[in-house]
């Protein structure tokens, strides 16, 4: 059963064996999994419950629905945007649905650097098998490579750059391109309509709008989980949930938030530190002739050329098509008044590139005033340069594709036109703020390691510190990922439940 908070009426106290907190990519999987399995699992979700018929496809509705801090939670010095989701089903239910597995390489390194057990690709190939068999994951189809897409894998293809269509997790798609703001349809096979629905199905609890404060814990357990019922983004009643088994699956942000004002899992002091983010900056070329880049699946081409993850695990990027609605588009976009009037009025002629960074660069999440967390993170000066790098490789991209002109969004905007200089991007740098840095997927804050002293959670996301605790997000990757992580999260999601599944009794105690 799904109960939103304005069914809540006072304070209430729930028992369960296992309680789940963030029902996304980690937190879903783990649900269905344990209570198919026969557990009495209770979910937490501080969002909303939102399905098909919400999805209004209106940017004022769906950002303060969907996203946290209704899509502006940024850095602490604002020079880069954070996109996470906040409602049933967490960032599935906005993504635009690449489906990767973790990179051969990336598993490697986790395994040679942080002693990783039983996390080689043929040992975690049954759980990528199993999530991509119910999140219905299969090749993008020509015909369904949009204007956009097309433009890009024609500049690419034209200056002998590598790149590939990928798969994705739709069903019966419409191609209406409104990915990033829930589908009306159901056609995205996002955790709202798979792993929750199965959950809920299996008997789990699933309530909405309850935002976890603090864990308590006495000695090595947890015992309780406290905090409130939001009617929108304001507390009303108290909430506390009883268990022997609590699953922290809240991202990367929010997970390492709570255990910091629970005051616990940190003996080595790694909660909250290692942030990486996968930043990146967008590149927009305008053509002569309508793209109309807002219709069909927005990603389905992917420019791997910059990135070798078997020479070097540790560096790169990728470049990946991107393209957004009026007011997300125009946020992105540089230039005040007129100036900006006149790039806007382009709008439906202009195709978008991002440079997406796979960083050693990290960051922190602490919490401040109130316990709201606080998010420091900067470009390390290698990065900065391969960032300009891959700014001039978006620029011949587009150009080769037939774009008129280029803008690169700093703050006083650069444009570009096929016969620039493209050495004036290296002039111009990347400082921050001065061009705007955007993060999807935020990782590596409570990271995984069989060294206590570098990691927050065991190789199987089970916490150092508290025997009864997990985590379960993104934030257990190691390193950077260097690749969507849709595919990555869910299948430690389905591998940590099997682990609490077979070891129940030593786990419970």
């Given amino acids: 059963m799904i109960t939103k908070g304005r ?19 980690g937190g879903a999987v783990v649900a269905k999994e344990l209570a198919e399995g026969g557990r009495d699992v209770i979910v937490l979700e501080q969002g909303g419950h939102y399905t098909k018929r919400d999805f209004t496809q209106r940017e004022d509705d769906m950002m303060p629905l969907l996203y946290e801090e209704m899509g502006m939670r940024a850095t602490v010095d604002q020079s880069i945007l954070v996109l996470q989701g906040r409602n049933v089903g967490g960032s599935t239910v906005h993504n635009l649905c690449y489906c990767f597995r973790t990179p051969e390489p990336i598993l490697e390194r986790w395994k040679r650097e942080d002693g990783l057990r039983d996390m080689s690709y043929e040992q975690i ?27 890009i894998r024609e500049g690419c293809e034209k200056l002998g750059y590598h790149g590939l269509v990928t798969r994705h997790n739709r069903e ?10 829930g589908c009306p349809f159901d056609a995205k096979q996002s955790m709202l309509i798979t792993y929750i629905p199965a959950a809920d199905a299996a008997g789990a609890r699933i309530f909405a709008d309850c935002r976890v404060d603090r864990i308590l814990a006495s000695g090595d357990r947890v015992r309780a989980i406290e905090g409130a019922v939001m009617h929108g983004h304001t507390p009303s009643h108290r909430f506390r949930v009883e268990a022997e088994i609590f699953v922290l699956s809240a991202g990367a942000i929010n997970s390492p938030q709570i255990l910091l004002n629970s005051g616990i899992g940190n003996g080595s002091g790694q909660v909250g530190r290692n942030l990486h983010l996968h930043p990146s900056v967008m590149v927009a070329g305008i053509y002569d002739e309508d793209i109309y880049g807002y219709r069909g699946i927005p990603q389905s081409y992917y420019v791997d050329e910059f990135i070798d993850l078997e020479k070097d695990p540790k560096s790169g990027y990728l470049l990946m098509p991107v393209f957004g609605f009026p007011v997300a588009t125009a946020a992105q976009l540089p230039g005040f008044g007129r100036e900006h009037w006149e790039i ?13 960074m796979h960083d050693e660069s990290a960051g922190s999440v602490s919490v401040g005033a109130g316990g709201a967390p606080e998010i420091r993170y900067q470009v390390n000066p290698k990065e900065q340069q391969l960032f300009l790098e891959g700014i001039k490789h978006c620029a011949k991209i587009l150009f080769a594709s037939g774009a008129k002109k280029v803008i690169v969004p700093y ?8 016969s620039s200089d493209l050495r004036v991007i290296d002039q111009r740098g990347l400082r921050p703020n001065d061009i705007q840095l955007a993060s999807t ?43 969507p992580p849709q595919i990555t999260t869910a299948a430690l999601g389905d591998r940590t439940a099997g682990y609490i599944r077979d070891n129940w009794r030593t786990l419970a105690g």
């Avoid at 419409?174 to 990033?180: E, M, Q, R």
């Fill in 7 to 25: 069914e809540l009426a006072g304070d209430q106290t729930w028992r369960a064996e296992v309680c789940v907190v963030g029902s996304g990519a």
């Fill in 125 to 151: 190939l049954p759980s990528f098998e199993r999530v991509e068999k119910m999140l219905k994951v299969k090749p993008i189809q020509p015909h369904e490579v949009n204007a956009l897409n097309n433009k």
């Fill in 172 to 181: 019966n798609c419409t191609t209406s391109g409104f990915c990033l703001l």
């Fill in 344 to 356: 806007m009025r382009n709008y439906h002629r202009m195709v978008g590139i991002l440079v997406l």
């Fill in 411 to 418: 703050e006083l905007p650069l444009w570009l036109d096929p």
């Fill in 441 to 483: 997927h935020p990782q590596s804050t409570c990271r995984m390691s069989e060294d206590r002293r570098r990691g927050v959670v065991n190789s199987w996301c089970r916490s150092h510190e508290v025997g009864n605790l997990f985590v379960c997000d993104m934030g257990v990757f190691p390193t950077s990922l260097g690749a």
